[in-house]
């Protein structure tokens, strides 16, 4: 298993049992492996969901799993968790060697995202995915990505 953070993973996940993620001060978001963990995640609203998401691609080598929970973030309404998603996606295409195409339309569409990270944040989301596809050019072969990511420039 992968971690997310440097050190020693906790003692409990260690032993096999799950341990209770703690959303509010997200102290050990990083811990997260369980895809049903970010779906749940998602579907109250949780403002670290994109961290635990990241964790997730690092913890978790099942792209099948883990790539419908990237979608789920790239189509997120907070525009951080779209960012974190991407971040994600970048991550995957990193240490797995692939992606899908859903998440590669959704990355096209982000593209146009002008909308700020943050309030006040004068980043955008179309940054991040602007360099999300630098970086999938970089990570994964030509062959495996479509023509508009290979003559992609920003």
């Known amino acids: 298993m992968i971690y997310a953070a440097a050190g020693d993973p906790s003692p409990e996940r260690c032993g096999g049992e799950s341990v209770d993620l703690d959303w509010e001060r997200g102290s050990n978001l990083n811990l997260c492996d369980e895809p049903d963990d970010v779906?749940?995640?998602?579907?109250?609203?949780?403002?670290?969901?994109?961290?635990?998401?990241?964790?997730?691609?690092?913890?978790?080598?099942?792209?099948?799993?883990?790539?419908?929970?990237?979608?789920?973030?790239?189509?997120?309404?907070?525009?951080?968790?779209?960012?974190?998603?991407?971040?994600?996606?970048?991550?995957?295409a990193r240490l797995h060697g692939r992606v899908d195409a859903v998440t590669l339309e959704l990355v096209r569409g982000l593209l146009d995202d002008r909308i700020p990270i943050s309030?006040?944040?004068?980043?955008?989301?179309?940054?991040?995915?602007?360099?999300?596809?630098?970086d999938l050019r970089v990570f994964l072969p030509s062959e495996q990505l479509p023509a508009w990511v290979n003559e992609f420039t920003a």
């Open 39 to 92: 779906d749940a995640a998602f579907d109250r609203g949780e403002e670290r969901v994109g961290v635990a998401l990241i964790a997730l691609v690092y913890n978790n080598p099942d792209t099948d799993a883990v790539l419908p929970k990237v979608a789920r973030g790239l189509r997120s309404p907070n525009p951080e968790t779209r960012r974190q998603s991407l971040l994600a996606l970048m991550h995957t």
């Open 119 to 134: 309030v006040g944040s004068r980043y955008e989301v179309w940054g991040t995915a602007a360099q999300t596809v630098e």
